[in-house]
């Protein structure tokens, strides 16, 4: 019940294109859905969040879109860029008395000129 | 500014070594976090730091000791590591602990050491 189960394991898309993951969850005491980007060898960093009282959250080409009922949020990438390409996280956080998270398993995103 | 600083940023220890790893932050976050991760992996939850107590251990070997000197600083202890332990090792830190909870309390990590045990 912990589970955010992740989609699709890895995806490419062309240049200008949408990029598109998907992520569900079972556990209702999720209260926080945000989106981490990673670059190799780097750290995980936030990229965007989303509660869920909110259908769709927008932040520049990065758009979440959250359906409660169905207990699924995706995110969607706006006119792809090389630049993008990276491995995207999806989490759930719950409240354990601190920011408790459970990731999705990944997301390789490549991004052709 | 929501930094977390960890250093170094490259380590390479043999397996009869004692390190530590250190992670930083100045943003008045009261939870910080350890973790592992894997090549190709999400990040696996090592310990949990709130208000300088620890709050979470994962069932973690005790090769592995934790360590928050003050609010700021969290050090991670490496005594007679094995192979298999060769990662990344991720600090982060979210703002709040056990009092004044919000629901948009998330994490923040730092770039992560690159472990590699010989």
């Known amino acids: 019940q912990q589970q955010v189960k992740q989609s699709p394991q890895s995806l490419i898309v062309q240049k200008g294109g949408i990029s598109i993951i998907n992520c569900a969850y079972e556990?209702?005491?999720?209260?926080?859905f945000p989106w981490y980007q990673q670059f190799p060898g780097k750290g995980p960093a936030l990229l965007i969040a989303i509660r869920p009282d909110v259908s769709e959250k927008k932040e520049g080409r990065f758009t979440i879109s959250f359906n409660k009922s169905a207990k699924q949020f995706s995110l969607h990438i706006m006119d792809s860029q090389p630049g993008d390409s990276a491995t995207y996280f999806c989490a759930a956080k719950w409240d354990s008395g601190y920011s408790t998270l459970t990731f999705g398993k990944g997301t390789m995103l490549l991004v052709s000129p | 500014d929501t930094e977390v600083t960890q250093t170094p940023k490259h380590l390479v220890m043999g397996m009869t070594n004692k390190k530590s790893l250190k992670c930083e932050q100045h943003m008045g976050h009261r939870a910080m976090y350890w973790y592992k991760q894997k090549a190709k992996k999400p990040p696996e939850l090592m310990f949990v730091?709130?208000?300088?107590?620890?709050?979470i251990n994962e069932s973690v070997p005790s090769r592995f000791s934790p360590e928050c000197p003050n609010s700021s600083l969290l050090n991670l202890h490496l005594h007679a590591l094995q192979p298999e332990d060769s990662a990344l090792y991720l600090c982060?830190?979210?703002?709040?602990?056990?009092?004044?909870?919000?629901?948009?309390?998330?994490?923040?990590f730092g770039p992560g050491t690159r472990l590699t045990v010989l």
């Open positions: 982060a830190s979210s703002p709040k602990g056990l009092a004044g909870f919000q629901a948009t309390d998330t994490q923040y």
């Open positions: 556990n209702t005491a999720f209260d926080y």
């Open positions: 730091y709130s208000y300088e107590k620890l709050s």
